[in-house]
């Protein structure tokens, strides 16, 4: 669902771990490390938490889904961004359709391949 958090679009950050070699295939509802609040990301891909204030790009920032021992980047392969995303878009109703096509594309714009 689309909400709005300092005037700008957002949804609840859910995801897959991006890590590249991650084996957890669970979607997680991220939240930030030491806030415990859950985060948001907008369409062009900024990851916010409403606590700290917190506002990173998806591809600056680093994840820690337990899997592994570290905080590692998250991958820049497109397959694997849309299957980390699919929860996500299959939440939406036809208002967040165009939400999630903006950030699926603004996100594969910036991988490698
Ligand atoms: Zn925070
Ligand atoms: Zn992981």
Redesign the pocket.
């Known amino acids: 669902m689309v909400e709005y958090y300092n005037g700008e679009e957002v949804m609840q950050f859910i995801s897959k771990?991006p890590?590249d070699g991650?084996t957890?295939t669970k979607d997680i509802n991220w939240e930030h490390t030491g806030c415990s609040l859950k985060e948001y990301i907008n369409d062009e891909g900024y990851i916010m938490c409403p606590n700290c204030n917190k506002k990173i790009h998806f591809f600056d920032d680093r994840?820690?889904?337990?899997?592994?021992e570290n905080y590692?980047p998250p991958t820049r392969n497109s397959q694997r961004i849309i299957v980390s995303f699919a929860l996500l878009g299959r939440l939406q109703s036809s208002g967040g359709k165009k939400f999630i096509r903006k950030l699926l594309n603004s996100l594969i714009d910036q991988c490698d391949d």
């Open positions: 771990c890590v991650c957890n994840f820690n889904c337990g899997f592994h590692k």
